[in-house]
């Protein structure tokens, strides 16, 4: 086992699939919530995925080799995250487009730097997963302090004179947004009226929302997945409440709109800029949508994830760890999220976060 330093290049060999033939599939994989209350983003990493590895192997594939796809399911947990990450480095793998939970990547990245596989993200925003310096990690999306910035200045200056609560789920991820908001909520001048954690995966939120009725609260601000803010939002109306929800890039999914129904209209939220609406990306979302299935969320993240890896291999020459992220550092990548490259830290340098709403089961940029 060998763990890579912060930004320092280690000896390694390469790991070749197939009884060390020059002409043998590269390994790669992507990992994410296959099953379990969050499957919805792991469909949209395994479509985006899929889709990159089709395309990069219909033109010719990487330094002449074919990509052989692993799919990996760590059910957003955190120990089977740890478990998934070492079955990938025994397979050999080169290279995960994952995780898509902030509480699975940050442990499974320490797997992925002891053993030289280069992960990159394209959903996990905890500033703590490329904060810590292992070289062998980076991100497409974006990181929850860019998000809550965004989110706090957007609540005070929006909601200046309302009552608004801040919830959050726990989680590496949900907790860390929720806190990252309150403090820009507060740095704009505005201080919660309610400050409330609740548990994940429940179905009865009666004693929160009674509480949040109580207090008289006008906006929720939630850090956590769409699956409970769904329920949170259903429970408010069913008590008469008007209180506007808003939240962040775990509600990008038509589930979100099936858990609600119009009960969710109105709600917003953050996320990046819409991979969908790039140019770039129009022939790969009308092809995604001529077979029938929407690349909404993480699923353009994935694929621009794994085209910055391939393009970096070419330009290395080589698909060992080292070399390949010497080029992911200095280099900017053409893929379907426009024209990105990644900083010291391994975050990616593309546009931050901005406001959608949901209206008529719909999500589109807040107008």
Known sequence: MRRFKPFCIAVAGTVLIGA???????????????????????????????AAVRDINAKGGVLGQTLKLEVGDDACDPKQAVAVANDMASKGVRFVAGHFCSGSSIPASNVYADEGVIQISPASTNPKLTERGLATTFRTC???????????????????????????????????????????????????????????????YTALVSKLKQNGIDVVYLGGYHTEAGLIVRQMRAQGMKTRMVSGDALVTQEYWAITGDAGEGTLMTFSPDPRKNPGAKPLVERFRKDGYEPEGYTLYTYGAIQAWAQAVERAKSTDADPVIAQLRAGKFDTVLGNIGFDAKGDVTAPGYVFYEWKNGQYDYLK
């Open 142 to 204: 974006g990181r929850d302090d860019q998000q809550g910035i965004v989110a706090g200045k957007f609540l005070a200056e929006t909601f200046g004179s309302s009552r608004i609560a801040i919830l959050h789920d726990k989680t590496a991820y949900g907790k860390g947004l929720a806190d990252e908001t309150r403090k820009a909520l507060k740095a704009n001048g505005k201080k919660e009226a309610l400050y409330e954690a609740y548990t994940a995966g429940e179905k009865d």
């Open 20 to 50: 060390g033939s020059a002409l043998a599939d590269i390994a790669i994989a992507t990992v994410g919530p296959i099953t379990g209350q969050y499957a919805s983003f792991g469909e949209q990493m395994k479509r985006g995925a899929e």
